[in-house]
């Protein structure tokens, strides 16, 4: 069968799928390829409103470090109380919203989740130095199969490129395994500097940074996390250049004003890159913010239907190389 044939059978099973999806009264899927599987700390769990950083707060080296959670909303999204209740409620939306995810992070959470409902979680292997694991112990993770994916890679929070060539035998791997990687690009939470990670700049998020590691590894397939945000212009370059190039939409989709998410996103979609685009949370440790984010693709007038499938499910099925019949 030629390509283009192959592509336009892939997209009819593809719609047929979510048609009938909807004819028995489930919603289509939905891909979040950016969920943390992580402990919950009561100690610090916090009720968050959404698009909280509307209104920045000020701060200066003798006052007290800003809280940029803001928390003064009509109904500000709960936290999980226990690791227990956090898996039930994450089981439970995923099942009503019919939502996939790639999870990374604490490797003993993974287990319990995917152990629960192994047809809900993608599990991804997450490094942001080498210190964290020698490449033959890295190679032994992907090989066993549990792991598909490689991220959240971050080395942007240890004050490294993510063209460092420390890292360069992990993306080696990853490309000779055809693992996905996922980097963490752009925006990492504002005043991070001054509150909690001195070795963050802003500065290594540019997305022209990744140049030479696609250069070193031309069938490496990477998704930028956070779409790059705010850096536009450089993330659009990036993907004109290179054709295995994907964004998500995760953290700054839920945490910057609407009007600015709107505008990045819709500015993407206008660069010609709408079938590069997946959708993603960045969720942590509040369940309902799959609802919140959600919604903001759903309430966008600007894209088509077509447009909003592709970024909560056909882009991803192609990226990570999935059969779409698995979801129906």
């Not at 701060?59 to 500000?76: D, E, K, L, V, Y």
């Not at 000779?176 to 070795?199: A, F, L």
Request: hydrophobic fraction near 45%.
């Amino acid at each position: 069968m030629k390509t283009t044939c192959k592509i336009a059978f892939l997209a009819l099973l593809i719609g047929m799928a979510a048609g009938n999806a909807q004819e028995n009264g489930k919603r289509p899927p939905i891909i979040d390829v950016h969920v943390h599987a992580m402990r919950v700390n009561p100690n610090f769990a916090a009720t968050m409103c959404p698009w909280f950083l509307s209104d920045m707060p000020g701060s200066g080296p003798n006052q007290p470090a800003p809280s940029f959670i803001n928390t003064a909303c009509a109904n500000p999204l709960q936290p999980a109380t226990s690791d227990a209740d956090m898996q039930a409620k994450l089981l439970e939306a995923c099942e009503r919203l019919n939502v996939t995810m790639v999870v990374s992070g604490d490797a003993a959470v993974i287990h319990d989740w995917h152990d629960a409902a192994p047809d809900r979680f993608i599990p991804s292997l997450s490094l942001s130095s080498a210190d964290q694991m020698s490449v033959e112990a890295f190679r032994d993770s992907l090989e066993t199969g549990f792991y598909k994916v490689m991220g959240e890679v971050a080395p942007q929070y240890q004050g490294m490129s993510p063209s460092d060539l420390s890292l360069d035998a992990y993306f080696a791997v990853a490309e000779e395994m055809g693992i996905p990687v996922g980097i963490h690009m752009g925006t990492g939470g504002n005043g991070m500097i001054n509150i909690s990670n001195p070795k963050y700049r802003a500065s290594l998020g540019q997305p022209f940074l990744l140049e030479d590691v696609l250069a070193r590894h031309p069938k490496l397939k990477i998704w930028v996390m956070h779409a790059g945000y705010p850096m536009i212009d450089q993330m659009i370059a990036l993907m004109g250049a290179n054709a295995y190039v994907y964004v998500d939409l995760a953290g700054f989709i839920w945490s910057y004003p609407l009007e600015e998410i709107h505008a990045y996103l819709r500015r993407l979609v206008q660069a010609g890159f709408g079938k590069r685009i997946l959708y993603g949370t960045d969720l942590m440790m509040w369940p309902k913010l799959l609802e919140t984010s959600i919604g903001v693709i759903e309430n966008a007038n600007y894209l088509s239907e077509d447009q909003k499938r592709d970024i909560f499910f056909n882009n991803a099925v192609r990226f990570f190389n999935l059969n779409p019949e698995d979801f129906e």
